[in-house]
């Protein structure tokens, strides 16, 4: 297998690709093309830094190019700078709806949506000294109104990567991290009054995806401590082993229509992190996985302008047609790849 790229666009974020709909932002505004309408929303201002987002390097280096949108039925949240928006396709209204309170945006592909209206995210947060409680936030109108539905207490954990709904067991997964004690997997109804704390603390359950099959649960470990695996857990009795490792830490995975399975490794600094690259890797079976294409860091210092970053598009693609977009990549930083897999 190998990838080839098919086109590269002008946007920093690709949020949502599907035959009929596609979703993409730059700074503060969000970019959609659905069916045969195409139209462009901006988010608000948020004090003296947005005055800065004419330049990409200053756009990464103040974080202002961060920007979240979940496609729902009749339209989208957006998340940006601690402030939650709705926007309504038909009225073209866009409204405040929530400020969160201890993170500026969430993870990409982390915000779970269940049946087009009930909303589940987490706070990601920097929380250094883990000195504050972090919040699940949920919404069961379509983001009109929202819930602290659950909170772990103060110095349980550091943040969490992500909610996810599980289609077979009918619940929701929320992912935490980051150190030793903070990496568990919760297993909850939607309501989080049964809640099943999966994992021990340990770096083996930090993960910031997960792939749900029938009869296991996988991911690939975001460790930039030590050696990040693939874990395949059992159903039933919660079991797990350890599979292929992988060259870095994991952020982000995609399942295409087609059978394939994608993940990409992160360029940051680490024991974890085997060289200077990040990796995309490709597998038809969640058994083998092979490396497709290497992308190299483009120097900048990354405690300052990110490490290097490869995130997936929300919304049904196949191995034909998918996007990815980039962070600190050289030759790709702030764009859009639209690729394919050729498999020889």
Known sequence: MELSFLEAIEKEICHYASKNTFISSKHNRIYISKSDLEFQVSLPRQGWKDYFGFSRYLRRL?????????LLDDGFIAIRMSKVYRYYFATKELKHVLTINNCRNVLHQSIAVVNGNEIFFGEYGNNSDQKVAVTVYRSLDGGESWDKIYQFPPGKIKHIHGCYYDPYEKKIWTLTGDFKGQCYMLCSDKDFADVEWVGDGDQVFRACNLFFEKDSIHWVMDSQLQDSYHI?????????????????????????????????TAQETGAGVKDEYAHLY?????????????????????????????????GD????????????????????????????
């Open 232 to 264: 395949e857990m059992d159903r039933k009795t919660r079991e797990i082993h350890k599979r292929t490792v992988f060259a870095g830490p994991v952020w982000y995975i995609k399942r295409l229509t087609d059978g394939y399975y994608l993940a990409a």
């Open 317 to 344: 693609q196949d191995s034909t047609s998918f996007y990815f977009f980039t962070e600190a990549i050289k030759n790709l930083d702030g764009k859009i790849a639209k690729c394919k897999i050729i498999d020889g």
């Open 62 to 70: 103040l974080r202002l190019d961060k920007c979240n949108v979940a």
């Open 282 to 314: 490709a597998s038809k079976d969640l058994i083998e996985w092979q490396e497709i294409y290497r992308f190299q860091h483009d120097g900048l210092p990354k405690r300052y302008f990110k490490n290097g970053i490869v995130s997936f598009a929300d």
